[in-house]
């Protein structure tokens, strides 16, 4: 049977290059808001002889994840008795990055969007694909720590609010499964790092196929 890697936030950056990576040895679920960016990360997984399907879609949207979870569940079945989910992996590196501002001049609107599709969509996706991922599946999120940072009042408070219930679900399936782990990339070469800090020299940073390899590499993936 073929493994599946679902992988929310594929259109660009890590979710990008993590789907990429994991082609043609996954069949690739990729999650997206972007419909281009979704059809050329498509156009690569096939150069690479892998195959994908294509899910655009907003991931705060509760009925639509539902939908596709269930989706997931009957095309490819199931599990076993003994608990193996039918998703092998899921990526979540899907994000909303509001641009920097102070605490007293936040905007509202991109802090309602901020907790919506940082910390909402949390708590939907997670008993979506638990049930998929099965006890031998493995959830991968990735840290980034701004939390407490100036100017950082909207993306780092949702973040690290992110990652505080990554790190709940991982205490509580060390045991029982499936795995989950906390990643900690390298500064990356993107266009979301590049709107937090304008004019950065971007040589020293890491581009997101070098560094998903490496994480992969890590997890013997």
Not at 48 to 53: P, W
Not at 65 to 88: F, K, Q, Y
Not at 211 to 219: F, G, K, T, V, Y
Request: neutral net charge; glycine residues 10%; proline residues 7%.
């Amino acid at each position: 049977m073929t493994k599946l890697a679902l992988i929310t936030g594929a259109s660009r950056g890590l979710g990008f290059a993590l789907a990429e990576a994991l082609a043609p040895t996954y069949h690739i679920i990729a999650v997206a808001r972007t419909v281009g960016g979704l059809q050329d990360l498509d156009d690569r997984i096939k150069a690479k002889g892998g195959e994908a399907t294509l899910a655009p879609m907003d991931i705060t949207n509760r009925d639509a994840m539902a939908h596709m979870c269930r989706s997931i569940h009957d095309r490819w079945g199931p599990g076993s008795p003994s608990g193996e989910g039918c998703v092998a992996l899921w990526a979540h590196t899907a994000i909303h990055a509001a641009p920097l501002t102070p605490a007293h001049h936040m905007d509202q609107k991109d802090w309602q969007k901020s907790l919506s599709t940082n910390v909402d969509a949390m708590g939907h996706m997670i008993p979506f694909v638990a049930p998929l991922l099965g006890l031998d599946g493995q959830a991968l999120f990735f840290d980034d720590p701004h939390g407490g940072e100036k100017f950082f009042g909207h993306y780092g408070t949702t973040k690290t609010a992110q990652i505080a219930l990554a790190r709940s679900w991982q205490a509580e399936t060390v045991k029982t499964g499936p795995k989950v782990h906390v990643l900690a990339p390298r500064p990356l070469a993107t266009a979301t790092r590049a709107r937090f800090y304008p004019g950065e020299d971007r040589g020293p940073l890491a581009k997101p196929q070098d560094e998903a390899a490496r994480l992969l590499q890590d997890l013997g993936l």
